[in-house]
């Protein structure tokens, strides 16, 4: 994902903060927190995995199927690769 290369501050900074969120949910089941407050950051995790997850489909879809001068065969591998990840994506 060279493309990627451009934006990997953004990104890495992305998973660091997911990372961070984790770790909090660690934290709270190691300190026996409530239920409601464990979902609750579960769901702040997956928010962020999603948003990060939406920004690499993007980036995949401009940069391997939509963008200018493509070939047919690169813009076909392009849609390949994003139908075969959001297929493991969705199960």
Same mark, same amino acid.
Do not use: F, W
């Given at each position: 994902?060279? *493309?990627? *290369? #451009?934006? $990997?501050?953004? &990104?890495?900074? /992305?998973? /660091? /903060?997911?990372? @961070?969120? !984790?770790?909090?949910v660690e934290k709270a089941l190691e300190a026996d927190a409530s239920c409601s407050d464990v979902l609750q950051q579960v769901a702040a995790v997956r928010?962020? %995995?999603? @948003? !990060?997850?939406?920004? &690499?489909? =993007?980036? *995949?879809? $401009?940069? *391997? =199927? #939509?963008?200018?001068? &493509? ?6 591998? @392009?849609?390949?690769? &994003? %139908?075969?990840?959001? /297929?493991?994506? #969705?199960?």
């Amino acid at each position: 994902m060279s *493309h990627a *290369h #451009a934006n $990997r501050p953004a &990104l890495t900074a /992305r998973v /660091r /903060r997911i990372a @961070g969120q !984790l770790a909090a949910v660690e934290k709270a089941l190691e300190a026996d927190a409530s239920c409601s407050d464990v979902l609750q950051q579960v769901a702040a995790v997956r928010g962020a %995995i999603n @948003g !990060l997850m939406d920004e &690499l489909i =993007v980036d *995949h879809l $401009r940069e *391997h =199927v #939509a963008a200018p001068g &493509l070939s047919s065969e690169a813009r076909s591998d @392009g849609a390949e690769e &994003l %139908i075969a990840v959001i /297929r493991r994506y #969705a199960k």
